[in-house]
């Protein structure tokens, strides 16, 4: 790693250490490290996030479970808002996207040309730009890094999920 990127990634881990959301995303990026991920369904005994094979909107939706959200299984229809809709219809306000907190999540219905995508915000470095815990396919979990422009870019939409549902 090069100075400038062990100084992002302290920037980030104190963001994600100072706030009870940032404790539990750090878990829950830790989890989506170790595991393989495809398309985001529930498995039989209904719980989505230890279900092998959860895309991006799977991973999104075991967060937003854990935060006391309720998501219907293939969660996804990335391409239609679906996930966007459930929560919504759960009171979840979309916010601008340089207000993003952590633990808050972003989606997008044509994200470089047509294929929806979601993620969990993690925290901006010095720089602006935003990191976010990922999980793309058979690419596994991890975290990505996006510019404010990059975000404009793909229309990404940013929704209020970083304070726990009550």
């Known amino acids: 790693l090069t100075p400038d990127e062990i100084k992002h990634a302290q920037e ?18 830790e989890e989506l490290s ?5 398309w985001g369904m529930k498995g039989k005994d209904g719980d989505i996030s230890k279900t092998e ?11 937003v479970e854990q935060q006391g959200y309720s998501v219907d299984e293939c969660t996804a229809g990335a391409s239609n808002g679906g996930l966007a809709k459930q ?8 916010k601008n996207l340089n207000q993003m907190k952590v633990g808050d999540i972003v989606t997008t219905t ?4 047509g294929v929806g995508h979601t993620m969990i ?18 690419a596994g979990g991890g975290t990505v890094r996006y510019t404010q422009a990059e ?5 990404y939409k940013a929704y209020n999920t970083s304070e726990r549902k009550k």
């Open 87 to 94: 929560l919504e219809a759960q009171g979840v306000k979309q």
């Open 121 to 138: 915000f993690a925290g901006y470095d010095s720089n602006g730009n935003a990191y976010f815990v990922d999980s793309s396919g058979s």
């Open 12 to 29: 980030i881990q104190k963001q994600l250490d100072s706030t009870e959301t940032g404790k539990a995303l750090q878990t829950f990026a």
């Open 110 to 113: 044509s994200h470089g040309g």
């Open 34 to 38: 170790t595991k393989s991920y495809g």
């Open 151 to 155: 975000l404009e870019k793909y229309g």
């Open 53 to 63: 094979g959860i895309d991006c909107s799977g991973a999104v939706g075991a967060w």
